[in-house]
């Protein structure tokens, strides 16, 4: 129960960091949105081999978080809780692919380097999304994406899964804190009780989202997200999206440690 809480409080911090008054979150959400979408782009169509040329692409997550004010600890931190999926999407890689390849002189199994290269991909792409989400708050995201023309039934549900999560969890909370206090030692605690709860908990979501349906209806909602803020995309937003975009593109192109390593031999010798 205490870890649940904990998990809410969490992500319920997210719309605390997107409430500061920074230059990063003074930015158009567009702006934001779209270069963090050529820097997803260009990093996860490196070959898979790559793990070294991934290293300058985490200057745009480390520079957001820290212009906008975001705890490297809770970058950290959440990036530790998702990172038990990253981990065993490549973990037979070792095993499937027994290729040697020689890196810095050492020779190693291909597999392992395939594997780095996974982890390297996730850290950096949730660390950038974390980053976005931070600075700019799931609504200002939701409210880009509109009117960058993506679907509304797209736009609306995400809004909705982020919105509403919370009060799924709460319920959930309840029911579990009811379960508890009406067990004693193991009573009330094994599969078939865990199964009731599930299907009392799916009929309570039901009827929960109807009555925040209708309350919706009744206020007037139409199907489109409204933001109090005016989405203004001028030439500071102009600058930061093509100064970040022509970078990723320039470091996914040309390999900025292999070229900085020839000049420095070049320089030395």
């Not at 969490?10 to 719309?15: H, I």
């Not at 920074?22 to 990093?43: E, G, M, S």
Request: net charge positive.
């Amino acid at each position: 129960m205490r870890s649940m809480h904990e998990g809410l409080y969490e992500l319920g911090r997210v719309d605390a960091f997107a409430l500061q008054d920074t230059a990063v979150h003074r930015l158009d959400p567009r702006a934001k949105v779209l270069a963090t979408a050529v820097f997803l782009l260009c990093v996860v169509s490196f070959q898979r081999y790559a793990v070294i040329p991934l290293a300058p692409f985490v200057l745009f997550p480390v520079m957001m978080a820290g212009a906008g004010r975001l705890p490297f600890s809770w970058l950290a931190s959440r990036l530790l809780v998702a990172a038990p999926f990253a981990l065993m999407v490549g973990m037979f890689n070792p095993l499937l692919d027994r290729a040697e390849v020689t890196i810095l002189g050492a020779t190693v199994a291909a597999g392992w380097i395939s594997y780095l290269s996974i982890v390297a991909r996730f850290a950096l792409t949730t660390a950038a999304a974390l980053a976005l989400v931070g600075t700019t708050g799931m609504h200002g995201v939701c409210a880009a994406l509109e009117r960058m023309f993506v679907p509304d039934v797209f736009v609306v549900q995400l809004l909705f899964l982020y919105r509403y999560i919370f009060v799924l969890a709460e319920e959930g909370m309840r029911m579990s804190r009811a379960r508890d206090l009406r067990s004693f030692g193991r009573r009330g605690r094994g599969l078939a009780v865990f199964g009731n709860i599930l299907g009392h908990l799916l009929l309570r979501t039901f009827a929960r989202a109807q009555r925040i349906h209708s309350a919706m209806q009744l206020r007037g909602f139409d199907g489109h997200v409204r933001s109090r803020r005016a989405l203004r995309f001028g030439g500071r937003d102009a600058a930061f999206l093509a100064v970040w975009s022509a970078l990723f593109v320039t470091l996914r192109l040309f390999d900025l440690p292999e070229l900085l390593g020839r000049l420095i031999v070049g320089a030395v010798s």
